[in-house]
């Protein structure tokens, strides 16, 4: 199966800017974004084909970003499906908590977009190319 990215994203700023990165960066995967935690977790829970990584936000309206990747570590579905925190939070204790919960990356959200535009051709070149995932079941 293709390998996807799910965008867990509430701010559309945002989510234009991390999907032109991924376009300036010619990672053509398919991204699914969904708006707020709910929406993540319905999409994770009832998809056939689950991406090959999660980029997600910690301020989330309705379900937070800490609470959507407990629910996935918890459910065997899910568990092994790699989640980078990708967020503008500085707290020491929201990167204490989504390692804590499970994350397997915690990236802070540049500033600038140059910079950004490199983090985002790291996290893809990383987790779609480099990144050796499970065998579908695993776990």
């Known amino acids: 199966p293709e ?43 009832g998809a056939r084909d689950l991406p090959s990584v999660i980029l ?4 989330l ?6 609470e959507v990747l407990r629910r996935l570590r918890a459910d065997e579905r899910t568990r092994l ?8 939070s500085r707290e020491e204790q929201d990167l204490l908590s989504g ?7 915690y990236v802070r959200k540049p500033v600038d977009f140059n910079e950004f535009v490199e983090a ?4 893809g070149l990383y987790w779609l190319v480099l990144n050796e995932p499970p065998p579908c079941g695993g776990g």
Do not use: C
């Open 3 to 45: 390998r996807s990215i799910l965008l867990v994203e509430d701010n559309p700023d945002d989510e234009l800017l991390t999907l032109r990165a991924l376009q300036k960066n010619n990672i053509r995967n398919r991204v699914v974004v969904a708006h707020d935690g709910a929406e993540a977790l319905d999409y994770m829970f």
């Open 56 to 59: 997600l936000d910690l301020k």
């Open 61 to 66: 309206p309705k379900v937070s970003g800490l």
């Open 81 to 88: 499906v790699p989640v980078v925190i990708l967020t503008s």
């Open 99 to 105: 390692y804590r919960f499970g994350a397997n990356s």
């Open 120 to 123: 985002v051709r790291q996290l």
